[in-house]
T-cell receptor, first 115, second 113 residues
Framework: AQSVTQLGSHVSVSEGALVLLRCNYS??????LFWYVQYPNQGLQLLLK??????LVKGINGFEAEFKKSETSFHLTKPSAHMSDAAEYFC?????????????FGKGTMLLVSP | ETGVTQTPRHLVMGMTNKKSLKCEQH?????MYWYKQSAKKPLELMFV???????ENNSVPSRFSPECPNSSHLFLHLHTLQPEDSALYLC????????????FGQGTRLTVV
């Protein structure tokens, strides 16, 4: 079984500041990891994914995440926050040895960006 | 139309009504999913169809009944719901292989009164 823990239900940053959203996972097999973003009244949009290739993964909108096996972490970062980044972010884990996408999501982190 | 489309976007229904949610994907995928998103709770996987067969049913009450007539369409039939079933219902699709990402629709906001 796999699980995801996202530290902090809300994170507040100023525009232009570093964004850091934390994600720790638990998995009995080498996992695949994902970050999704959800804007109000919208579905989830894939930001980036780790599938056992490079440990530093670059995604859309300037976001990136680093897979650290020793820390079982997959934290999401962006060097400079924009107002348009305000949304809810979900980390998810999946196992590659099933016949479909078995995503397990964290509870989400709401990113608030102030001017 | 591209991506994953859900209709309706909003639905208000009484506890004795019967309604259906519809999902259509235009991505050539062969696995489809229903998720429930409630306030302050993680996304809950409800049902999975892979290659048009139901492969997962996560202890969902029988008042929710899925249907997958083909690889592009997915329905969720609703009957005698409870107020606690009010939530955002998200449809997703993916390739039928492990570890792949899922693509989500915009969701149906359901309110049970």
């Amino acid at each position: 079984a796999q699980s995801v823990t996202q530290l902090g239900s809300h994170v507040s940053v100023s525009e232009g500041a570093l964004v850091l959203l934390r994600c720790n996972y638990s998995s009995s097999v080498p996992p695949y990891l994902f970050w999704y973003v959800q804007y109000p009244n919208q579905g989830l949009q894939l930001l980036l994914k780790y599938t056992s290739a490079a440990t530093l993964v670059k995604g859309i909108n300037g976001f990136e995440a680093e897979f650290k096996k020793s820390e079982t972490s997959f934290h999401l970062t962006k060097p400079s926050a924009h107002m348009s980044d305000a949304a809810e972010y979900f980390c998810a884990v999946s196992v590659p040895n099933s016949g479909y996408s078995t995503l397990t999501f964290g509870k989400g982190t709401m990113l608030l960006v102030s001017p | 139309e591209t991506g994953v489309t859900q209709t309706p976007r909003h639905l208000v229904m009484g506890m004795t009504n019967k309604k259906s949610l519809k999902c259509e994907q235009h991505l050539g995928h062969n696995a489809m999913y229903w998720y429930k998103q409630s306030a302050k709770k993680p996304l809950e996987l409800m049902f999975v169809y892979s290659l048009e067969e139901r492969v997962e049913n996560n202890s969902v009450p029988s008042r929710f009944s899925p249907e997958c007539p083909n690889s592009s369409h997915l329905f969720l039939h609703l009957h005698t719901l409870q107020p606690e079933d009010s939530a955002l219902y998200l449809c997703a699709s993916s390739q039928a292989r492990g570890g792949t990402e899922a693509f989500f629709g915009q969701g149906t906001r359901l309110t049970v009164v």
